[in-house]
């Protein structure tokens, strides 16, 4: 079987999801080592021209949180119109501390933070398709006008949004490589091995951090 290598050019973008204050430790939702991502994204994305940030980024009362929903408790998961729906603790509320993007990334040449989840009633794990698997965050087209035809993902969570993130765009038609160093997962009841096996049924690639600085 042959490996394929990651060769990055003006094609190419890395995408960071997710790096905010609720998800990494002591947050709303703190994902298991989240701050570890940190230092790996500080690292590659300078190997990289175009860079995309995106930004979970709630109304306050948003229905995927339990507290939206009484008599439900957090990790519940509930059906909503579109589908399943697993409950969470109030997190990236829009404007708050905990939605911020941690000050620890540097990404000065970052040239789009794209906002997903703005929507009161439908989720958006993705930052190409909202959970309803209809409504677009119009970031297939912003990467298209780019004429990005290759991503790299990184962030938090690798069983959340970067695993939906990385299916949409493999199902788009975009070469899709996750750097697994460069994420965590949260790892609900066997959360992380399915959307490693959802990922990799949808053709994402795999590679690590030191490989793309081909210094290992
Ligand atoms: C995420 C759960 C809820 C994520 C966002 O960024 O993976 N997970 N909202
Ligand atoms: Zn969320």
């Not at 190419?12 to 790096?19: I, K, R």
Request: a negative charge; charged letters at 15%.
């Amino acid at each position: 079987m042959g490996q394929r290598t990651l060769e990055i050019d003006k094609s190419t973008a890395l995408l960071v999801v997710d790096v905010q204050n609720d998800f990494l430790p002591h947050g709303a939702l703190a994902v298991p080592r989240g701050d570890e991502v940190i230092p790996v994204i500080n690292r590659v994305a300078p190997l990289f021209q175009h860079v995309v940030i995106t930004q979970d980024w709630h109304p306050a009362g948003h229905l995927s949180f339990s507290s939206s929903h009484p008599g439900c408790e957090d990790y519940q998961q509930i059906n909503m119109p579109y589908g399943p729906q697993c409950l969470w603790p109030d997190h990236c509320v829009q404007g708050s501390e905990g939605a911020e993007l941690s000050d620890a990334l540097t990404l000065p040449h970052a040239r789009l933070i794209l906002r997903k989840g703005i929507h009161q009633a439908i989720d958006s794990y993705s930052a190409f398709l909202e959970a309803d698997r209809s409504t677009s965050t119009g970031l297939l087209a912003w990467l298209q006008a780019q004429g990005i035809k290759q991503v790299v993902i990184t962030g938090l969570a690798t069983d959340f949004c970067v695993a939906w993130t990385a299916i949409d765009a493999a199902e788009s038609g975009l070469m899709t490589w996750v750097i697994e160093d460069a994420c965590r997962a949260i790892d609900i009841e066997g959360s992380l091995h399915r959307a490693k096996a959802a990922m990799q049924d949808a053709g994402v690639s795999f590679l690590t951090s030191c490989q793309l600085h081909q210094r290992c």
